[in-house]
């Protein structure tokens, strides 16, 4: 039978659907491009705002009307969020976040007895659910989920009801997961999770972790999906200066540039405490590209609170500011707080801090111009080759006889908006 999965949302997802994938092909299923002509189809769902749940409604709604005879299949945190509503749509298997590597033995069962199968859990109290993939769906960078689960509660996150208390996956099977990946020629591991940084397995935490696959001969880098200002200790400074497979670039997200809506929020830190780690970080490396995630228009969010904001991302100088616009999530402290901010209001403040984020990423690109780097070749579009520096600067090369997953020595020539030119050297 052909299967086709369609993915929303973050890294992790995609790294979960890449496991079914696996699991499905290694059963003599085939995996086919065109979802209309796949016998099974599996959506995995996102619900990080109002936005990525409607995508994923849609989606559902899209499959049963294109390929109305095919078994279909829904998971996620969509799905786990909106129990209900999925109930209601007509799903031969309805999952929440749990089950997603046992995949194969409910389609089996599903195909024997032809009756609906809908199964969900206590989020809030479950076990790491392991899951082993051996090739991630690009070829060179392999996104690995070591960690499951948050317990912030941030105030505006439905995140910690859908997929559940933190846990983490066993030190010595994560080892041996990228030790395979390697073997498949994978140079570059990103580590991923939902909260990353709060890794922990008996006694070894993330800074262990990185420390072990490093002794890995051909792992050339290491890359965080994510990590909170929070969890930038002692520990993970001396790494910082010690690891040079450590890629050159950390996520850390902010959310606000203002105190008094970092409380709001329910976040653990101030923007004190913010500068201050951060001030570190460039201490040990000073050409780090630090990005960041920031929310718009949060309950309570004055203009003058959003100006804090906005100049506090001008001081701190992020490589790049993912900006997300406060989306309701029914469940969650934020969605019942007065002085919730109009529509209109967010939009605008949200052009507003993406135009500072371009004026931003341009002036950290700017620093390497005329500078060599060192490039892993990651695509090819015509003649033009695609790939990503340590700090995680978009490099493009005209060339016509690059290897795909080879490192280069680039300079870099011209600087756009959002990727840099390079000539190889």
Do not use: W
């Not at 909106?82 to 089950?99: A, C, H, R, V, W």
């Not at 041996?176 to 935490?205: A, P, R």
């Not at 201050?276 to 004055?302: A, F, L, M, Q, W």
């Amino acid at each position: 039978m052909k299967f086709h999965i369609l993915t929303l949302g973050c890294k992790v997802n995609f790294y979960e659907s890449d496991v079914m994938s696996e699991l499905l092909i290694s059963s003599n299923y085939k995996l086919v491009a065109d979802y209309k002509l796949a016998d099974i189809v599996i959506i995995n769902t996102c619900s990080v705002t109002n936005v990525a749940d409607n995508k994923s409604k849609k989606l559902v709604r899209r499959i049963k009307r294109e390929n109305p005879h095919c078994i279909l299949i829904v998971c996620g945190c969509s799905s786990q969020n909106k129990q209900t509503e999925y109930q209601s749509m007509g799903i031969d298997i309805l999952l929440g976040n749990k089950d997603k590597s046992n995949i194969v033995n409910l389609i089996k069962e599903y195909q024997s007895n032809r009756t609906n199968y809908t199964k969900f859990y206590n989020e809030r109290n479950l076990p790491f659910e392991d899951m082993l993939l051996n090739n991630y769906s690009t070829h060179t960078r392999a996104f690995i989920k070591i960690q499951d689960g948050c317990n912030n509660f941030c105030s505006y996150c439905i995140i910690p009801y859908v997929r559940g208390n933190i846990r983490s996956k066993n030190f010595d099977k994560a080892v041996n997961e990228i030790k395979s990946l390697v073997d498949n020629n994978y140079q570059e591991i990103v580590l991923t999770g939902i909260h990353t940084g709060s890794y922990k397995d008996n006694n070894h935490d993330l800074v262990d972790l990185i420390n072990e696959i490093s002794k890995i001969p051909n792992l050339k880098r290491i890359r965080l999906s994510s990590i909170e200002i929070t969890e930038l200790n002692e520990k993970f400074m001396d790494l910082l200066k010690n690891n040079s497979k450590l890629c050159n670039h950390l996520h850390i997200p902010l959310q606000a540039g203002s105190n008094e809506i970092l409380k709001k929020m329910n976040r653990k830190y101030d923007l004190n405490k913010y500068s201050e780690i951060i001030k570190e970080i460039r201490s040990i490396r000073p050409d780090i590209n630090i990005t960041t995630d920031v929310i718009v228009g949060h309950p309570y969010e004055t203009e003058k609170l959003f100006n804090e904001t906005l100049d506090f991302c001008q001081k701190i100088k992020f490589g790049k500011i993912h900006v997300f616009p406060y989306s309701i999530r029914e469940g969650t402290a934020a969605s019942i707080m007065p002085q919730q901010v109009d529509n209109k209001t967010k939009k605008e403040r949200a052009r507003k801090l993406i135009a500072l984020s371009n004026d931003l990423e341009f002036e950290y690109n700017q620093k390497f111009i005329n500078q060599e780097v060192e490039v892993l070749i990651e695509e090819q579009e015509d003649n033009v080759y695609i790939g990503h520096t340590s700090n995680y600067l978009k490099v493009k090369i005209l060339k016509d006889n690059l290897k795909l997953n080879e490192f280069y020595l680039v300079k870099v020539t011209n600087i756009h908006n959002d990727y840099v030119d390079g000539t190889i050297l």
